[in-house]
């Protein structure tokens, strides 16, 4: 099969071979041209999926599949976002030397494109700092404020499949090392851009005149994160699994556990060492059907009491406890129960702040805070938005995000949340208690809550702004049986006021559906929130709403 190859894309494909500094890529890149230029139809249409655009550069980044391409994440894109953000900060601070610090973690490609950024930063004269070694997100945003730098970027692609990587980028000063939002997204950009339209890569000045920081950054992350919660005696003996997803969180964990008095887990030693392959896992996401088989297979074997997992770059946490009527034997917590109880547990002990979580998550959280006379704020989702909530003493979202210790790190980070639900649960052991228990007590404390998701996965993202204007097109009167009261379109929100493309329906029962798409998937997502009088009655509120939602995000 042949087709005619489009001059343009060809044009566009032997540019970023001129430039690009990677055999691997270039020698893959070539390839493909060859065929493209033989009329091969298949190179052709890979040629444009390549060329046609370019992975976009926002508040979350960059995020996206390895290879060859503007579409791609490769050496020259990320050597262009460094340039890019280098000339922002330079603009930004004028008549000062700003200074980054570079973290990576253990995806494929992650060092060697944190070497580029910090042989590029220096090339502009930045003070660029280079971690150590490989290492959690949470760490390198403890490390901006750390050092005091201007900005933070890491290598990572968090929880995504194998084959991607990621470029996150925060910045200090002001924005206390949170990571960036609106504008400064849009003018990073702009500079990146100008960076790729002159094509030539090579001409971007480099140094090696970078710092290697040394491990006492690491040490101060670990004496910091160790006083969350100290070990009270309930924690003696507590028998207990832990996972790294084949990620880059236990080694930082375990100093943490000792210098903090925990007994060590059992791991999964499957999973334990970084590994870029991701050989067990389908999707290296603790949320992910199976990603957690291989935990609760060892906890049976160890009959342990809990399984802590973070994900590969240890910015989030699982918690599973036994559940006889689970499938596994086991249960995954939602990232609604943990969120809930690190906010109770953050709520008993402030003496005034805020309790702050994405508006997408549990209102669970606000019943809490009024409960303590704290204040609450609801959120866009992602931890930019979470991490500037004023007040901020805990910050949590659905998927499986903590924020617990706001004056260490302004980020979500699944090693702390791990440090205070340690401390939940070894303080419930002193008095007979499990995780289970405080679940209950907590029910009966503040109501039976309950959320669920439906998400839907789509290869044409078209099909996603599809929906979203059918719903506000038509507006649905009723999600399953249960009439809808009203719908917040926070593409009109008031100013002040989250806004995004988000329709939240609030229906007569109480309970609530909230519709987006994925901020770094294509998926839409609707999340369902119900507060019943029971669990039994939540459960069936939810599994009645869940079907309803089911049929309101089908495609037209």
């Not at 050597?79 to 610090?101: C, D, I, K, M, N």
């Not at 206390?176 to 971007?204: N, T, Y």
């Not at 086991?330 to 943990?338: F, H, I």
């Not at 119900?530 to 089908?554: E, I, K, N, Q, Y």
Request: aromatic share 6%; glycine share 10%; with cysteine.
């Amino acid at each position: 099969m042949s087709a005619p190859a489009d001059e343009g894309v060809l044009a566009a494909a032997a540019a970023w071979l001129a430039q690009d500094p990677d055999e691997s890529t270039r020698s893959e890149l070539a390839e493909l041209l060859d065929r493209a230029r033989s009329g091969d139809a298949v190179a052709v249409a890979e040629l444009h999926d390549r060329f046609d655009t370019r992975l976009a550069f926002g508040t979350a980044g960059l995020r996206g599949a390895l290879g060859a391409g503007s579409n791609r994440m490769n050496r020259v894109l990320v050597g262009q976002a460094a340039a890019g953000f280098a000339a922002y900060l330079r603009a930004a601070t004028p008549g000062e030397t700003p200074s980054v610090v570079i973290g990576y973690d253990g995806r494929r490609n992650s060092d060697v494109f944190a070497r580029d950024s910090a042989e590029i930063f220096a090339g502009a004269g930045l003070r660029a700092i280079l971690l150590p070694r490989l290492l959690p997100t949470p760490v390198l945003a403890f490390a901006v404020r750390h050092f005091g730098a201007s900005a933070g970027v890491m290598v990572t692609a968090s929880h995504n499949p194998p084959d991607d990587n990621g470029y996150k980028v925060y910045l200090g000063g002001a924005d206390e090392g949170s990571q960036i939002v609106s504008p400064a997204d849009a003018e990073i950009a702009a500079h990146i851009l100008a960076v790729a339209e002159a094509a030539d890569l090579g001409a971007v000045p480099r140094s090696d005149d970078y710092e290697i920081a040394d491990e006492s950054v690491v040490d101060a992350y670990v004496a910091a994160t160790a006083l969350v919660a100290p070990a009270p005696a309930g924690g003696a003996g507590m028998p207990w699994v832990y996972t790294a997803m084949h990620g880059v969180g236990y080694e930082t964990l375990q100093r943490i556990l000792e210098t903090a008095g925990y007994p060590l887990p059992t791991v999964v030693a499957q999973q334990i060492e970084p590994d870029g392959r991701f050989p067990t896992v389908a999707f290296p996401n603790p949320e992910e059907p199976g990603a957690m088989d291989l935990s609760y297979a060892t906890a049976r074997r160890v009959g342990a009491e809990f399984i802590l997992a973070n994900d590969p770059d240890a910015d989030r946490l699982a918690v599973a406890i036994p559940d006889a009527a689970a499938p596994e034997g086991w249960r995954r917590l939602t990232g609604n129960e943990v969120g809930l109880l690190l906010g109770w547990r953050a709520a008993r002990t402030a003496r005034g702040g805020a309790l702050a979580c994405s508006l997408v998550s549990s209102p669970g959280l606000q019943t809490v805070a009024e409960h303590y006379g704290l204040d609450f704020h609801a959120t866009l989702t992602g931890f930019k938005w979470i991490s500037r909530a004023p007040g901020l003493i805990f910050g949590f979202e659905e998927a499986l995000g903590y924020l617990v210790n706001p004056e260490t790190v302004r980020d979500k980070d699944g090693i702390s949340a791990a440090v205070a639900i340690l401390g939940l649960i070894a303080e419930a052991r002193e008095s007979g208690e499990t995780l289970a228990d405080l679940l209950a007590r907590f029910s009966e404390t503040f109501g039976f809550f309950a959320s669920g998701q439906v998400s839907i996965r789509v290869d044409d993202v078209s099909i996603i702004g599809r929906i979203m204007a059918k719903l506000r097109a038509a507006p649905p009167t009723k999600v399953g049986d249960v009439a809808v009261d009203r719908i917040d379109d926070l593409l009109a929100a008031a100013p002040g006021e989250p806004s995004g493309d988000v329709l939240r329906l609030w229906l007569a029962d109480g309970s609530r559906v909230i519709v987006r798409p994925s901020g770094t998937e294509p998926k839409l997502k609707a999340y369902l929130d119900v507060r019943g009088d029971s669990a039994a009655d939540a459960a069936a509120r939810l599994a009645a709403l869940d079907a309803g939602a089911r049929v309101l995000v089908t495609a037209p």
